[in-house]
């Protein structure tokens, strides 16, 4: 993203009955991980399991 990274938007939302999901191209432990501190409910990578994605 050209003006902001996902956790800087993530860290913007403050809506707490926002659910959000990360989808992300990269599989590392620290996004992973990172992601959930700013209250994501779920993580997924790509290429996208849409199995995976309906229960997001």
């Known amino acids: 993203m050209p003006v902001m990274d996902g956790f800087e938007v993530l860290w913007r939302i ?8 990360v989808v ?8 992973h991980d990172e992601s959930f501190k700013y209250g ?3 993580y997924l990578t790509k290429p996208i399991d849409l199995r995976l994605l309906g229960k997001a």
């Open 14 to 21: 403050k809506d707490p009955d926002l659910k959000n999901t």
């Open 24 to 31: 992300n191209d990269v599989g590392e432990v620290n996004y």
């Open 40 to 42: 994501v409910l779920s």
